[in-house]
């Protein structure tokens, strides 16, 4: 069974940064994908960015491109999620989620990560103020 725990979150100031991290465990896939996804309140949950390991390939959705930054030591189990420049939108409770990388171009969202993730994390909260 795939465990994913959250940490990190904590409150900022706008222009602030913040390094969320997921410890992972129990993967029985040969490649996975590990994202992570935010829910602000009142809305949906929405795609952040994901790391797939085969090839620690990147992606993010537009929101946050060359803010965030997706990284993973797999000798330690860890996926990081560093947040530079936050803004107030960026509030949101952040999740980790994995799920063993899929085979097919259709299973892929357009900006590049797996449409479904199968193991979820508890959420971590970031709070930015302005």
């Known amino acids: 069974e795939v465990q994913l725990q959250a940490s990190g979150g904590g409150s900022v100031q706008a222009g602030g940064s913040l390094r969320l991290s997921c410890e992972a465990s129990?993967?029985?896939?040969?490649?996975?994908?590990v994202g992570w996804f935010r829910q602000a309140p009142g809305k949906e949950r929405e795609g952040v960015a994901c790391?797939?390991?085969?090839?620690?390939?990147?992606y993010y959705t537009d929101p946050v491109k060359e803010r965030f930054s997706i990284s993973s030591d797999n000798a330690k189990n860890m996926v990081y999620l560093q947040m530079n420049n936050l803004k107030p939108e960026d509030t949101a409770v952040y999740y980790c989620?994995?799920?063993?990388?899929?085979?097919?171009?259709?299973?892929?969202?357009?900006?590049?990560?797996?449409?479904?993730?199968?193991?979820w994390g508890q959420g971590t909260q970031v709070t930015v103020s302005s």
């Open positions: 790391i797939i390991d085969i090839d620690d390939a990147e």
């Open positions: 989620a994995a799920v063993a990388t899929p085979l097919l171009p259709t299973d892929f969202t357009s900006y590049g990560c797996p449409a479904d993730f199968d193991s």
């Open positions: 129990g993967f029985t896939s040969d490649d996975y994908t």
